[in-house]
Every structure is written in C-alpha cells, then in structure tokens.
C-alpha cells in the first residue's frame, strides 16, 4: 500500500507559552489522509483549525510532534525546503479568494504554473481544462471584479489545482457564499478533486457539505475524534 498523503502524529501547539496570555490550541492532534481521500474538518470557532491547517501547510511548524507528506517527515527540514515541498506538494483554499484583481481568471490560474517552470502553451492549456472543469470556461478572459463570488471561488480552486499538488488544504472554502451558490460551488469543488484524484481535507461548520466527504473529524479543544 502506498504512504498515506498526509500524516500529523502528535502535534501540540502553544502561543504565548509561558506568558499571561498563553493558549494551548493543539493537545496532541493525530491525522492521516490517504490518497485519494477527501476528509471533512468540522470544529468551533477556536477550537484550533487553522493552527492545524497552517502547520499540515508547513505555513508554521508544532512544538512537538512531526508532519509526514507522502512519506517524508518535514519536522526538521530547511525553511527553504519546507517552502519548496509546500509549492510542490500542496495546494491552498480559503474562505476568501485572493485573486489578483488586475489578472484575468486565466492568467491568475497561469502564473503559478509558469513560476513553477511550466511552459505557457501547456500552463494555458492547463488552466482552461480546470475552468471547464468547473463550468466558467466562458469567463477565462474576465477579471475577478467581473466575476460573481462563487466564480470567484471556482477560480481560486483551479488557481489551487494549478501545479497537481499531492493534497489539497481548504479553509472555509464556501464560507462567505450564499447557501445555494455554497452547495453549487463545493459540488463543483468536489468534482473538481474527485476527478483529478486529489486528497483533500477540508474544514467546514456546514455539516451538510462535511456529510458529502469520506470522512468526518471533529475538533474540539486541539484533539479530534471522530
Ligand atoms: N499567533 C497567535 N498568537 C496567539 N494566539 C493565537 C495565535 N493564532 C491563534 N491564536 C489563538 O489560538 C486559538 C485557535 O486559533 P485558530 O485560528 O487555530 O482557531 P480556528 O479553530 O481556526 O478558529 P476560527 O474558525 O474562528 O478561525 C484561538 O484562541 C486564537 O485566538
């Protein structure tokens, strides 16, 4: 069997250690996603979900414990391979979509896959097969401002599947839509990672989109259980 994805073995995380305003946000969180598997991330305001994200990310490293990406443990790699392996190897969702505004949807999906090396004809191509994917081929050429906010959204998966990362880490990716755009872009997102293969973790508070991954895990008080 191949290496899990993504492995998080006894992380704990603490700000402010040692001073007035200290927080324990992670008590020993223990996580593995297979490939091919999408994992739903349900938990309170606070409970330590982007703390776990960002470190799952390699945006920010644990007290103790490792992280394992497709087998290799990062704990105690270079900031510089660290940010090397996160390009690679993972791709980024959040709430909100941080297009740049003055790109078109296309050259926002483009760019990072030229930064990546990748030659312009095949970033192209790429990224009207992921616009397709999604349904807004028709809105390669429109910049973010012309785009409704669930068009903005699709483009940010795309932007995020640009460079065929290994996992896919999401935050509240239909948070700011509407509950009827929000279940039509996460079907599309889901379809979108379903068709490409893709491991995801995914958080969310709408348990109705958590119910349609393969699994839920709940946080609570920086552990999860099931
Ligand atoms: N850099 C920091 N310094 C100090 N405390 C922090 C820092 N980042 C987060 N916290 C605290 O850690 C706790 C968990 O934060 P985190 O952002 O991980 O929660 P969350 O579950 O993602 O919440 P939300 O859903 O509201 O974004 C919170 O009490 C927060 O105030």
């Known amino acids: 069997m191949s290496d899990p994805v993504l492995c998080l073995y006894g992380l704990h995380k603490t700000y402010n250690k040692g001073l007035p305003g200290e927080v324990q946000v992670l008590r020993g969180v223990d996580l593995t996603v297979n490939a091919g598997e999408v994992v739903a991330l349900v938990a309170p305001s606070g409970a330590g979900k982007s703390t776990m994200l960002h470190i799952a990310g390699l945006l920010d ?3 103790t414990g490792t992280v394992s990406l497709a087998g290799q443990d990062m704990t105690g790699l270079s900031d510089r391979k ?31 896959q030229l930064a990546a090396g990748i030659a312009r004809s095949t970033a192209e191509a790429r990224a009207r097969d992921l616009l397709d994917r999604v349904g807004i081929a028709a809105r390669a050429g429109h910049r973010p401002a012309a785009l409704s906010g669930g068009e903005q959204q699709r483009v940010a998966f795309c932007r995020a599947l640009a460079n065929k990362p290994r996992l896919l880490l999401a935050d509240e990716p239909t948070g700011n839509l509407d509950p009827a755009t929000s279940d039509q872009v996460f079907g599309a ?8 293969g893709l491991s995801a973790l995914i958080a969310t508070h709408n348990m109705e989109l ?17």
């Open 210 to 226: 958590a119910a349609r991954m393969d699994r839920v895990l709940r946080m609570d008080a920086g552990q999860l259980s099931i």
């Open 189 to 196: 997102l889901m379809e979108l990672v379903r068709g490409t």
């Open 82 to 112: 660290r940010t090397a392996a996160r390009r690679s190897d993972i791709g980024f969702i959040y709430q909100f979509h941080h297009l740049l505004p003055e790109f078109s949807a296309l050259e926002n999906i483009v760019l990072p």
């Open 61 to 63: 490293v644990p007290d």
